[in-house]
């Protein structure tokens, strides 16, 4: 390291001295590198030795050589300022336009650091002025953000972008105001830069210059235009961002701008709310002084009183209260400004709001006190101040909690040995000492269980729910407690709502001391819980093996199953807890035991992959054939969920391979679907029936097709399946493909010879269904295999007409391009262009139309596509049409025109656009019913007004007798009528 030494240091006669000396290895020591990767021509470079710079260019070393970040010798002397290094490498070939690892060239770096002299000379060599980095930062960019002015200056001159956005969407003019740059920010200015571009956050240049408090830039730029009233994305302005940060100069210049005072913000916060929020109080003073309410509540109902109380700005709290606050007003979920202090602990404050009118025992919207929300939030200071002054310690909320309960929920204890030490009136109030014991049980508080027995509460009612507080002791395994409560008398057997006794939530969780102990105290063994569930079962499901060992040698019923049906051992075998299982079928367990969806314990391991139990359960003689009710057996399932070893174990131990559900699906029907390839190439290595068809006749190729299931698709074929098997509707493996997209399994089954013109039995072709589905790439494909264009189905609908139908344009201008029959209806006589507009597909209408569609080509019972879209209201597609030409006279065999269809459907606005266009008002139907006629007889009042202004014809009183007829109808057509009077 000596030579990078005597580098670093500049000292040329030292570095001559260790070149020469190694002649051999001077090239080798001159590309040689420190940790960073750095050779010594990057170190002189960077300290700007341009005698070092010279003779080691001179004696071999490489110009472009790059550092571990990617930096050249060019760039270090860029970023140090040495003009003449820089200027000597760029004489020599240096590379100006090279970025570094984060794409910095040596002129960013150069203006970053504020080095005019290379800057200039990097740009009069022809450096690129607005090459971005990776972060899409430029030269302008960063000297603005640094504030280097004369660079600023001269990159403008050079033709820098000045709007060219930056790292988050940012402008040279919004950094230069977020930094204060003011001498910048009046160039940018002067130079044309737009005052209002957003950056990512949706923040302009005034409210980031006003959230930094940058006086002289806020006045710059109001004084140039900027709207001190513009939003962010968030919707606040630059009076908010001022206010929140306490610059009282800048929020007062704002103000005398026409800054908007009380505007709403982000959720609704005012200027005033942000500052009393955070507390400075010579802004709000401002700010009220300028008229701001001090009354005004966000979106969550808060004040500015309730945003200083919550932070504890007592100085605040003081004024805002001299100026009208009310003490009382209520916020978010009725939480008065008393409250949010309490639960903040602002003492001080709380003392203030006192003395000042404020309801100590006020309720929020759920019944809770400033107590409660003191007990709740662990400030025990405010607690014994509040309880002292005279809250009520009795009081309860909507859901019975007290104080002392809501303490001892959250785990404040010694808030809730203070409020013990109080007397609380609990003992004969069911609403409020039940719930508070459950509380206490909940947690394990023996101290306050035992302090709330002695108020004398009913030790067997519950909560909301039902559970009791024995029922919260033993779920949580608190035996201390429980013992307690079982003493003081409580039931061991009430149960909750539900069902559910304490025996039943001790089981659950497992705490075999404290099922021990209620059975002992006489807990009903086999009683039944939610769904029906026992002690027994709950355990087995939970894998609890020493307590269900002790309930069975207490003689639970091991057969005693839930609501489903399920039995302990179902349940064990559905999570596999394989001891569980080994020891119920020891202890007599029925093994084959059926739940209401005729599931047996066998099945459900199966179903979940719990292969050791499936493999106990045999060797015990489970029976391998049992199905569910759908016919489902033990296979089905492991093949349907994949399972291989199970799949396989149940082949070796003789299970039938071809064995059918209800739905005729087999095992290698349902992995054929599901996409489970190694269990298809077993089941099929094993002589399963590859062609059997469900009950839809459908076969597991056609399942794997249907799917995209490409691998076994192939695997299929190459053992022999049939390709062109059709379901009982006649669809195929190729048309299945075709419908779901899968192009991969199209592209496969076509080189296979799969038959593309066999249609369903609707006449329906793979390229039908994948131009119904809008499948492009399977469209493309299948007309390059030689697909028939314009085949039709049995209604004579072709696969343009489906495509146009559902409105997918791209396969509409392909089969167009591939001269599709644009004029080919269906059996009706309706083509694609009806289709499409009957669906306002408004693309695909003009797209037809463009390609010489037929704009007045009659369809069933006469109707065009102007019909079609009056009819069903697709304004647009009504607009185009005829714009185009189309004739809005020409009407259906019944004579009903397209003015006539709209009025019946009641389309006001489209009414009103065919009248602008010239329709006829009074053309009635074959029935001599006109417009008007049926618009009154269906009460669309808007159309009736809308043609009676437009002069349609009442004079025969048809009208008015519709609308009577229709009298039944209601108030609508009462409007009509009078309307017609």
Same mark, same amino acid.
């Not at 009635?924 to 009154?936: H, K, M, V």
């Given at each position: 390291m000596a030579l990078f030494t005597a580098v670093k240091g500049g000292d040329l006669v030292k570095t001559r001295s260790i070149l020469e000396d190694e002649t051999d290895a001077r090239l080798e020591m001159l590309q040689s590198e420190d940790p960073d990767g750095n050779t010594p021509l990057h170190i002189a470079s960077e300290e700007g030795h341009i005698d070092l710079v010279k003779y080691m260019i001179d004696s071999g070393a490489v110009l472009e050589k790059r550092s571990r970040s990617g930096d050249t010798p060019l760039h270090y002397a860029s970023q140090s300022g040495h003009q003449d290094v820089a200027q000597y490498l760029i004489g020599k070939g240096a590379d100006i336009s090279i970025g570094d690892s984060i794409g910095y060239t040596p002129l960013y770096l150069a203006s970053e650091k504020g080095h005019f002299g290379v800057v200039e000379c990097l740009v009069n060599s022809g450096a690129d002025i607005n090459k971005d980095s990776y972060d899409h930062s430029t030269p302008l960019y960063t000297s603005a953000s640094k504030g280097h002015f004369d660079v600023v200056k001269y990159l403008i001159t050079k033709g820098a972008d000045l709007e060219k956005i930056g790292p988050k969407g940012q402008t040279p003019l919004l950094v230069a105001s977020l930094g204060g740059h003011v001498e910048v920010v009046k160039h940018l200015i002067s130079q044309g830069a737009e005052l209002d571009t957003e950056n990512e956050d949706g923040y302009i240049p005034l409210y980031s210059a006003t959230q930094e408090g940058h006086l002289d830039i806020v006045e710059c730029l109001v004084d140039a235009g900027a709207d001190v009233n513009q939003l962010i994305y968030d919707d606040d302005t630059p009076l908010h961002a001022g206010s929140e940060n306490g610059f009282l100069d800048v929020v007062k210049y704002l103000i005398t701008k026409g800054a908007e005072i009380d505007r709403d913000g982000n959720d609704g916060y005012t200027p005033l709310h942000l500052a009393s929020l955070e507390g400075h109080l010579n802004v709000v003073e401002c700010l009220v002084d300028a008229g701001a309410d001090v009354k005004n509540a966000n979106h969550e109902n808060m004040s500015p009183l309730h945003a200083a109380s919550r932070n504890g700005h007592l100085d605040v709290v003081k004024y805002l209260i001299t100026k009208g606050a009310e003490n009382k007003q209520k916020g978010y979920n009725g939480e008065t400004s008393l409250s949010t202090a309490a639960s903040r602990g602002h003492l001080d404050v709380v003392k203030y709001l006192l003395t000042n009118g404020a309801d100590i025992n006020t309720e929020d919207n759920e019944k809770y006190t400033p107590l409660h929300a003191a007990s709740r939030d662990d400030?025990?200071?405010?607690?014994?101040?509040?309880?002292?002054?005279?809250?009520?310690?009795?009081?309860?909320?909507?859901?019975?909690?007290?104080?002392?309960?809501?303490?001892?929920?959250?785990?404040?204890?010694?808030?809730?040995? +203070?409020?013990?030490?109080?007397?609380?009136?609990?003992?004969?109030?069911?609403?409020?000492?039940?719930?508070? !014991?459950?509380?206490?049980?909940?947690?394990?508080?023996?101290?306050?269980?035992?302090?709330?027995?002695?108020?004398?509460?009913?030790?067997?009612?519950?909560?909301r729910d039902g559970f009791t507080p024995l029922y919260h002791a033993s779920e949580n395994g608190h035996l201390d407690v429980v013992e307690c409560l079982v003493n003081a008398g409580a039931d061991v057997n009430t149960a909750a709502k539900s069902g559910s006794t304490p025996l039943y939530a001790a089981s659950n969780k497992g705490h075999l001391d404290i099922v021990k102990y209620l059975i002992d105290k006489g807990a009903d063994i086999d009683s039944r819980g939610y769904n029906g569930q026992t002690p027994l079962l709950v355990a087995s499901l939970n894998g609890h093996i020493s307590v269900v060992k002790y309930l069975i040698s207490q003689r639970a =019923?091991?057969?005693?199953?839930?609501? =489903?049906?399920?039995?302990?051992?179902?349940?064990? @075998?559905?999570?596999?807890? !394989? %001891?569980?299982?080994?020891?119920?079928?020891?202890k007599g367990a029925d093994i084959d035991s059926r739940g209401n969806n005729g599931q047996?314990? !066998?099945?459900?391991?199966?179903?979940?992959?719990? +292969?050791?139990?499936?493999?106990?359960l045999i060797s015990q003689r489970a029976d391998k054939e049992m199905g569910d009710k759908d016919g489902r057996t033990p296979l089905y399932a492991a093949s349907h969920k994949g399972h291989l070893d199970i799949v396989k174990y149940f082949?070796?131990?003789?299970?039938?391979?071809?064995?059918?559900?209800?739905?005729?699906?087999?095992?290698?029907?349902?992995?054929?679907?599901?996409?489970?390839?190694?269990?298809?190439?077993?089941?099929?290595?094993?002589?399963?029936?590859?062609?059997?068809?469900?009950?839809?006749?459908?076969?597991?190729?056609?399942?794997?097709?249907?799917?995209?299931?490409? %691998?076994?698709?192939?695997? +299929?074929?190459?053992?022999?399946?049939?390709?062109? @098997?059709?379901?009982? @509707?006649?669809?195929?493996p190729l048309w299945a493909a075709s419908l779901n997209g899968h192009i991969t399994v199209v592209k496969y089954l076509i080189s296979q010879r799969a038959d593309k013109e066999m249609g369903d039995n609707d006449g329906h072709t793979p390229l039908y269904v994948a131009s119904e589905k809008g499948h492009l790439d399977i469209v493309k494909y299948l007309i390059n295999k030689g697909a028939d264009i314009d085949s039709r189905g049995n209604s004579g609908r072709t696969p343009l007409w489906a495509a146009s139908l559902y409105g997918h344009i791209t396969v509409v201008k392909y089969l167009i391009s591939q001269t599709a029959d644009k004029e080919m209806g269906d059996n009706d006589g309706c083509t694609p262009l009806y289709a499409a507009s009957h669906e306002g597909h408004l693309d695909v209408v003009k797209y037809l139309i463009d390609k010489g569609a037929n704009i007045d080509s009659r369809g069933y019972n006469g109707q065009t596509a102007l019909w079609a879209a009056s009819l069903y209201g697709h304004i647009t597609v009504v607009k185009y049409l005829i714009s185009q030409g189309s004739d809005k006279e020409l009407g259906d065999n019944d004579g009903s025109t397209p003015l006539y269809v709209a009025s019946h459907e009641g389309r006001h606005h489209l009414v009103q656009y065919l009248i602008a266009e010239g329709? =006829?008002?009074?053309?009635? =139907?074959?029935?001599? +019913?006109?417009?008007?006629?049926?618009? @009154?007889y269906n009460g669309h009042l808007d159309v009736v007004e809308c043609l009676v202004n437009a002069g349609a014809d009442i004079s025969l009183q048809i009208a008015r007798r519709a609308a009577s007829k229709s009298s039944a109808k209601g108030a609508r057509t009462k409007s009509v009528e009078s309307l017609l009077d």
């Open positions: 400030q025990l200071h405010v607690v014994e101040y509040l309880v002292n002054a005279g809250a009520d310690i009795n009081k309860a909320s909507h859901n019975g909690n007290t104080p002392l309960s809501t303490a001892i929920t959250n785990g404040n204890r010694c808030i809730a040995e +203070f409020l013990m030490t109080k007397e609380e009136d609990i003992g004969n109030r069911d609403d409020v000492g039940p719930v508070t !014991l459950c509380k206490a049980s909940s947690q394990g508080y023996l101290d306050a269980a035992r302090y709330i027995i002695t108020k004398g509460v009913n030790l067997d009612l519950g909560d =019923d091991k057969e005693m199953g839930d609501n =489903d049906g399920h039995t302990p051992l179902y349940v064990a @075998s559905e999570k596999g807890h !394989l %001891d569980i299982v080994k020891y119920l079928i020891n047996t314990a !066998l099945l459900v391991a199966s179903l979940h992959g719990h +292969f050791t139990v499936v493999k106990y082949i070796d131990n003789g299970a039938s391979i071809d064995s059918r559900g209800n739905n005729g699906q087999t095992a290698l029907w349902v992995a054929s679907l599901i996409g489970h390839f190694t269990v298809v190439k077993y089941l099929i290595s094993q002589r399963a029936e590859k062609d059997t068809g469900n009950n839809d006749g459908r076969t597991p190729l056609y399942a794997a097709s249907h799917k995209g299931h490409l %691998d076994i698709v192939k695997y +299929f074929i190459d053992n022999g399946a049939s390709i062109d @098997s059709r379901g009982n @509707s006649g669809q195929t329709a =006829d008002l009074n053309t009635g =139907d074959n029935e001599r +019913f006109t417009p008007i006629y049926i618009a @009154s």
